[in-house]
Every structure is written in C-alpha cells, then in structure tokens.
C-alpha cells in the first residue's frame, strides 16, 4: 500500500505555503517586535532597568528568527529548557532524518510548512521566556482583546440569542430543537472566519449580526455532516440513564469573537441535554497569534459578566457557574503546541490520547487543527476524511473548520476542481467550510 502523500510545503513555490512562510510569518515576526516596543515603558514601570534589557533581549532574539526565517538558513534546536523542549528538538531530529544529504538540514523553505510554522510560534515564545522579568508577556495579547472589543455587536446579539432561546428550550419539540442544534453549530463555524494568524495579526472582527448571515452562508458548507452530529447526542441523550453523563469535548482555536461562538455552543448542549459535561483544549502558551490560552478563556467570561448589556452579562454569570460546578472543565495540553500530526497522539501523549478516548464527541474548531488531523498533505480531494486522520481516532470526531490551507479531503468527485477553475483562492480564503465527522454511521 502506498504511504500518505507529501507533506504541504514552501518548496512548492507560489502555493499558499510558500506565500505564508515568504510574507506572512515575517509580518508576523515584525508586528511582535513592534509590539514588545510600544510596551517599553510598561516594561520600565514595572521592572525598571531590567524590564528595558529584557526588552532589547526579547527584540534581538525575534529580529534574529527573522533573519533567520527570510535568509533560508537551517532550523536550529531549541536552547531555554522548557517542559516541551525535548520533544521539539527529538521532533528536529526527525525532521532531519527525513531528508536526504543533497538537503543537509531542516530549512525554512524546504520542510513541512506544519512544522516550520508551529516551530517559528515556539521559538516566538522561547524568545519571550528568554527574556525576564517581561518572560510571563503575551505578545499577542492586545490583537485578541481587540478583536473582542471589535465584535460587540454581534457579541450582544448572540447572547441574546441564547438567553431568549434558553427561556423556552423546554418547549421545543424535537425537530425545533434540531433546528437550533444546526443554527448554533453554523454560528460556531462561522466564528471561525476571525482568525489573526491568517492576516498577519491584522484586526479580523465580527461587525455584523452574524445570526442574519445563516440561511446566505449554507451553500459556501462544502462537507455538511450536521445531520450525522444530531444523531449521535439525541441517541445519547435518549439512551442516558439519569446518573450517566455525556461529554462532549471542544478542541478549541481563536479566542475573541470565535472563542464566544464556541461558548454559545456549549451552553446549547447543556441547556439542551444534548450533552451533560463539556471539557474545553486550550494552549498552554501564546500560539499562532489568536488561539485560546486559560488566561483569554477566564478573561472573556469576567468581560462578559461585567457587560452592561443584560443578556451579555448573564452569558458571563451562566458561564462562570459552568466552570465552578465542573460542568465546563478548561484543560490544556503541551501536545496542542508541539508540530505532531494528531495521529502521533497516542505515542507522544498517551494522556492525553487516554482523555480524548472518554469523550462521546470531540469537536476540533478552525483550520490549523484540520491540518494536523489531516497531516498537512496534498491530499486529493475526495480521498475520505477517515483515511486522511491516518489512525486518530480515539472518539467520534468531527472538524469545524473555515478553509484557510490547501488541505481539503472527503468531497465529492469534481467539486474540487470545479471550485478551483471558478475560484483559484477558495481553499485559503475562509469563505467556506465544512463539518466534517467520522464515527460509527
């Protein structure tokens, strides 16, 4: 049998890849060292002279990657110890061992761009952790409250959507109910349109009502697998004995606008009894400038609750008591950092693989989770879904995903092609989407 195809890759000059690690990520790298200069005198206040060595520090070892990113040179280990930093230079290692001596080692424009990216992020914060007293600064912290800040007014609407819908969840028979179950799972997957990392840390925000937008978006849903989702927790939920619980786990990406859209959903299935339990992934450091860390998920449920807009307000209430009474459970993981396709799981974090297995569902949100579900390959397009995962599969899953990558599998004979000779950039634009599921059918 054949071996999984090539990984996506900067080599392939002109492709998407190529463009990202040529323009994107330099962009990136210089939109962080212009943020560690603004806060130089925040730095000052509180640490003083220290805090300005710290900030040179910091500057010099990103201005460094920089060069090191656009002059093509070869990747180099990981030095501050860290509790990942071992896995990441064995990952190296790897990687080197993959080449032949023509390529002598891993280089910006010639390794998997998977790897390259997720390796520039983790050297963003060795270069942060490098530098105290500021080693605890989220360099990407002011782009992500902005894109919440930016969003209110869709903010408000969704709250007061579900807070009007809660009021007479009770009475909704069984199809109203599955219709909501779709509009709440369409809201989440939309969210997933402001993604910062794709913009270069430009302001992505959700301005308009994004509830009005539905029934206009349906036909840009390439994979529609809702229908096999709704099977799935109304059979658990008809088959739950009163004690029993089910788990739904959400696999988390941007915070700001998409992380409330995540929320919105998980309140849903409580409210609902589609689900009993919700166990959300975060990242355990700054990552791919927008994604979801404890402090962005703790800091938006306190701005929610603070909100003078009442239905907002009571979002952050209602939220807040998930997390105390362990209905919402927020954990994260070093694996969700670490450049592995999702099929390493089960050998690199067998704890983690161990926890996935209890879930009765996971849902794995945005683009950057769908390419290492899939691996990064150049998949042909109607190669099914369950043979891309390569093996993950420790519960029923399904992605929710805008599409930012060229890395799309499970469509139908032609669509592909047909989308590509009408729009060239669909597979990076984030205009369309799926849900995608593989489970028992």
């Known amino acids: 049998m054949a071996g999984p195809p090539a990984s996506l890759s900067a080599r392939d000059v002109g492709s998407f890849a190529y463009l990202s690690v040529k323009d994107r990520s330099p962009q990136i790298l210089t939109k962080a060292i212009d943020t560690l200069h603004r806060h130089k005198s925040e730095f000052f206040e509180k640490h003083g002279e220290k805090g300005l060595e710290a900030e040179k520090k ?46 002598g080692k891993p280089r910006w424009f010639l390794s998997p761009w998977l790897f390259v990216e997720c390796y520039m992020y983790r050297r963003i914060h060795e270069a942060i952790i490098q530098s105290p007293p500021i080693d605890d600064f989220d360099i990407f912290k002011e782009f992500k409250d ?20 809660r009021k007479t969840i009770e009475d909704l028979d069984e199809n109203q109910l599955k219709n909501e179950f779709f509009k709440v799972l369409q809201i989440s997957l939309w969210g997933n349109k402001c993604d910062l990392s794709l913009s270069g840390g430009e302001h992505i925000s959700q301005k308009t009502n994004i509830m009005n937008s539905l029934e206009d978006l349906k036909p840009f849903i390439l994979v529609n697998d809702m229908d096999r989702l709704w099977s799935l927790l109304s059979n ?8 029993s619980v089910t788990r739904v786990d959400i696999v988390l990406d941007n915070s700001g606008f998409e992380l409330i859209t995540d929320l919105v959903l998980a309140d849903f299935l409580l409210s609902s009894k589609l689900a009993t339990k919700i ?48 209905r919402w459970v927020y954990l994260d993981h070093i694996f969700w950092t670490l450049p592995h396709e999702f099929s390493a799981v089960s050998q690199v974090a067998p704890d983690l693989h161990a926890a996935l297995q209890k879930a009765h569902l996971i849902f794995f ?52 092609e047909q989308l590509t000779a009408s729009e060239p950039n669909w597979l990076t634009a984030g205009k369309y989407g799926v849900f995608q599921f593989d489970g028992p059918l």
């Not at 990103?62 to 093509?72: A, G, I, P, V």
């Not at 209110?152 to 819908?165: D, G, K, R, Y």
């Not at 658990?236 to 004690?243: A, D």
């Not at 945005?366 to 043979?387: A, I, S």
């Open 279 to 326: 166990h959300f992934y975060g990242k355990t450091i700054p990552w791919f400038v927008s994604d979801t860390t404890l402090h962005d998920f703790n800091w938006i449920i306190k701005q929610l609750k603070h909100s003078n807009n009442k239905w907002v307000s009571q979002c952050g209430v209602d939220w807040e008591d998930h997390v105390k009474t362990g």
């Open 146 to 165: 902005q894109n919440f800040f930016e969003s209110q007014e869709s903010i408000i609407a969704l709250c007061t959507h579900l807070q009007e819908l």
């Open 58 to 103: 910091a500057i010099s070892l990103l201005s460094k990657l920089r060069n090191e990113l656009q002059t093509d040179k070869p990747i180099v280990p990981l030095v501050e110890k860290f509790v990942d930093t071992d896995i990441w230079n064995q990952y190296l290692e790897y990687q080197q061992s993959l080449l032949n001596e023509s390529d």
């Open 236 to 243: 658990c939920k008809k088959t739950r004995e009163k004690e």
């Open 365 to 416: 949100k945005g683009d950057l989770n769908y390419r290492k579900l899939t691996g990064d390959r150049r998949w042909e397009f109607t190669v099914p879904f369950h043979e891309a995962l390569s093996g993950f599969h420790p519960a029923p899953l399904c992605s929710i995903r805008t599409l930012k990558a060229e890395v799309q599998v499970g469509l139908q004979p032609g669509q592909g």
